[in-house]
């Protein structure tokens, strides 16, 4: 019998709990997968710098994103602070290094950590606070985190910020694009695993439990409280990692780095990609960080045929930000990993699509 | 005390620019519980157009004013029809993310067609000081003050006495009972997000005189947060008070401790304000308290 190497999966017949627990459902989708990760280790080979540079940025994006559809995606908490803890990341790893001269790999772990304090003490109004209440809680938690970074001069270099070094391993620095993406990519990949499996334990399913509907959660014994906690902790773990990648590559944190329009950017990543789905953050993390880009190239094509294009590229930029936002809300409000699964679906019993 | 009082009005004067911006917040979560975060940009539009009429056309300042009102009412109302309607019943999420998108769009039309440097108005009002005892008024502060109220005396008569003020006062009450009363909810809605525009246009028309118009004063958008929840997010005269307590806090902010830190302050008390709120009383001083049946 000749095996072909692109089988789909073409439904779920499970026995046991292990195999409904089971990440692969089919065993061909592990060799899938790791040409896929192969593909995008491979990929700096080819590529150009700027290419390589983009790519890492929308890594960064996409391990913040991750972590803020753990807390908005899976467990129904809306954030819109996401900015500021990028920035208490970006920041902690800035002091950490510069300041008191700590190792970039000690610094890490621990931007991540203090960012997860952080955001675990602005969680706390959640226990109380639904919904709407609580976006403008984290709203406020956004607006006075900025202040006290823009204003504790002797801490936070003031509006002025901080420059931070890349980070070494011995003698070697992670100066070139391409060291920078690898480093990414290690933790890009660690932030995806884990977060695929955190929805496979206990607390994964109290945090989708509490999302779904808190208090029948609570009625079947999960802690709100702790579980809200929770959430705000992992979900501001990341975004710390997050930002701290992102203060290294870009060699420098400042207080408008981390404004307002940043948390809507990362919710519009996760709303575009897809709420509750890791991989979903992923694509929205890139669509949202290549848009502008492809905008300016568009601008930078058509700017010979309409002049004065080039000036309005900044209200441009904000216009399409919003049509598209109000697009996907509106048409797939499950966003581009709906869209993925729809194609997937298709092609599933392809040609033979129609026996449902 | 001359500097108390000084700051005390200062505070009434804002405040109630505040309030006034705050009662169409307000009046779209009563009526639709969506909660508008292109509010700022409702305000940014009115001010720029009634500035453009002025500035440019050489428009007499009320008829302006006027005219900007129409345009905004005419904005809110379409942009409710256009934008909003999909997202009624729709979870907390998604309406939260339409109206960013919404601002989003509004804010990059702005910023297209009017640009990025502030714009002052020439001078509408008089500039010569009022005097009461110690305290000295600008005449546009005093007239800012004037203008508000009298539009606060317009709201609270067409809510209690128009057909459609009734009606949405219904709608608000319960929007199944006002259906089959034969009260039009789409309409009410659509009537809501027009004074919405109309009132934020007011609040950046008086606002843009006294500070000069640039696209920073979309932030008055997010500051109707701490206004709407201090004084119940589902209330209308919270929202009035709420929003003149604000303007005093943040006056006396910037008078007695921003010298102390070195600026800024002011700016951020409104939250935390909002955040202290939230932890002890978060149905604000007149909102109605949610009671969660399974």
Same mark, same amino acid.
């Given at each position: 019998?000749?095996?072909?190497?692109?089988?789909?999966?073409?439904?779920?017949?499970?026995?046991?709990?292990?195999?409904?627990?089971?990440?692969?459902?089919?065993?061909?989708?592990?060799?899938?997968?790791?040409?896929?990760v192969a593909l995008f280790a491979l990929f700096p080979m080819v590529a150009t710098d700027y290419v390589v540079g983009l790519a890492t940025l929308c890594g960064i994006a996409a391990i913040g994103a991750i972590g803020l559809n753990i807390l908005t995606g899976f467990t129904g908490q809306i954030s819109i602070g996401v900015g500021a803890f990028l920035g208490v990341g970006g920041y902690t790893s800035a002091i950490l290094t510069t300041k008191l001269g700590f190792s970039f790999w000690i610094a890490f772990p621990l931007a991540g950590l203090i960012t997860a304090l952080v955001g675990a003490l602005f969680g706390i109004p959640s226990l109380r606070l639904k919904g709407l209440y609580l976006a403008i809680a984290t709203l406020a938690a956004q607006v006075i985190i900025l202040f006290v970074i823009s204003r504790w001069d002797s801490l936070t270099g003031g509006t002025a910020g901080l420059v931070l070094s890349r980070p070494q391993i011995g003698s070697f620095t992670?100066? %070139?694009?391409? %060291?920078?993406?690898?480093?990414m990519f290690v933790v890009l990949l660690i932030t995806i695993v884990f977060s695929l499996n955190l929805f496979r334990t206990r607390v994964g399913r109290a945090f989708i439990a509490v999302r779904d509907r808190d208090i029948a959660a609570e009625v079947m014994g999960i802690d709100l409280f702790k579980y809200k906690v929770l959430a705000f902790f992992v979900s501001s773990f990341f975004v710390g990692i997050a930002g701290a990648l992102l203060g290294h590559y870009t060699m420098i944190v400042s207080p408008e780095l981390y404004s307002i329009s940043v948390s809507i950017e990362y919710l519009a990543m996760i709303l575009v990609g897809g709420l509750g789905s890791v991989f979903g953050s992923l694509y929205g993390a890139v669509f949202i960080t290549l848009m502008p880009v492809v905008l300016r190239s568009v601008v930078d094509l058509l700017s010979g045929t309409f002049p004065g294009l080039e000036g309005v590229l900044v209200g441009m930029k904000e216009v399409v930000f919003g049509v598209v936002i109000i697009l996907f809300l509106v048409y797939e409000p499950d966003g581009l990993n709906k869209i993925w699964l729809n194609i997937k679906n298709y092609f599933r019993l392809w040609p033979f699509s129609y026996t449902k | 005390m001359a500097f108390f009082l000084q700051m005390l009005v200062t505070g009434i004067v804002v405040g109630s620019v505040y309030a006034l911006v705050a009662l169409g917040f307000v009046l779209i979560y009563k009526s639709s519980d969506a909660i508008?975060?292109?509010?700022?940009?409702?305000?940014?539009?009115? #001010?720029?157009?009634? *500035? #453009?009429?002025?500035?440019?056309?050489?428009?007499?300042?009320?008829?302006?004013?006027?005219l900007a009102l129409a345009f905004s009412a005419l904005l809110g109302w379409s942009v409710e029809k256009v934008v909003l309607r999909p997202f009624i019943g729709k979870p907390v999420i998604s309406m939260i993310m339409a109206t960013i998108g919404l601002s989003s769009v509004l804010a990059g039309i702005v910023h297209i067609i009017w640009g990025h440097e502030t714009r002052v108005y020439p001078p509408v009002f008089s500039e010569k000081p009022l005097q009461f005892g110690e305290v000295i008024i600008a005449p546009v502060y005093a007239w800012s003050?004037? $203008?508000?109220?009298?539009?606060?005396?317009?709201? #609270?008569?067409?809510?209690?006495?128009?057909?459609?003020?009734?009606? /949405?006062?219904? #709608?608000?009450?319960?929007?199944?009972?006002?259906?089959? /009363?034969?009260i039009s909810v789409k309409t009410i809605f659509a009537i809501a997000w027009a004074i919405a525009a109309i !009132?934020?246009?007011?609040?950046?028309?008086?606002?843009?005189? $006294?500070?000069?118009?640039?696209?920073?004063?979309?932030?008055?958008? *997010?500051? !109707?947060?701490?206004?709407?929840?201090?004084?119940?997010?589902?209330?209308?005269?919270?929202?009035? $008070?709420?929003? $003149?307590?604000?303007?005093?806090?943040?006056? /006396?902010?910037?008078g007695y401790l921003d010298p102390l830190v070195g600026g800024g302050l002011k700016e951020v008390i409104p939250f935390v304000i909002l955040v202290i709120i939230l932890m002890v009383k978060p149905y604000g001083l007149f909102g109605k308290k949610e009671i969660e049946r399974v």
């Open positions: 019998m000749v095996r072909n190497p692109f089988v789909m999966q073409c439904g779920e017949f499970h026995v046991d709990y292990k195999q409904d627990m089971a990440i692969w459902k089919i065993a061909r989708v592990r060799w899938r997968i790791f040409a896929v992670f100066m %070139s694009e391409t %060291s920078y993406y690898y480093l | 508008n975060f292109a509010q700022g940009e409702f305000l940014l539009i009115g #001010t720029y157009v009634c *500035l #453009t009429l002025v500035a440019s056309y050489n428009v007499p300042f009320i008829a302006a004013l006027l003050f004037v $203008i508000v109220i009298i539009w606060l005396v317009i709201f #609270t008569l067409f809510f209690k006495y128009s057909r459609f003020g009734i009606a /949405m006062r219904a #709608t608000a009450d319960d929007q199944q009972a006002a259906l089959s /009363m034969g !009132v934020s246009a007011v609040g950046g028309v008086l606002l843009g005189n $006294i500070n000069g118009v640039n696209s920073s004063l979309s932030l008055i958008g *997010l500051k !109707v947060l701490p206004v709407a929840i201090l004084g119940g997010l589902d209330s209308i005269p919270g929202a009035i $008070i709420g929003g $003149i307590l604000i303007g005093i806090i943040e006056s /006396m902010t910037g």
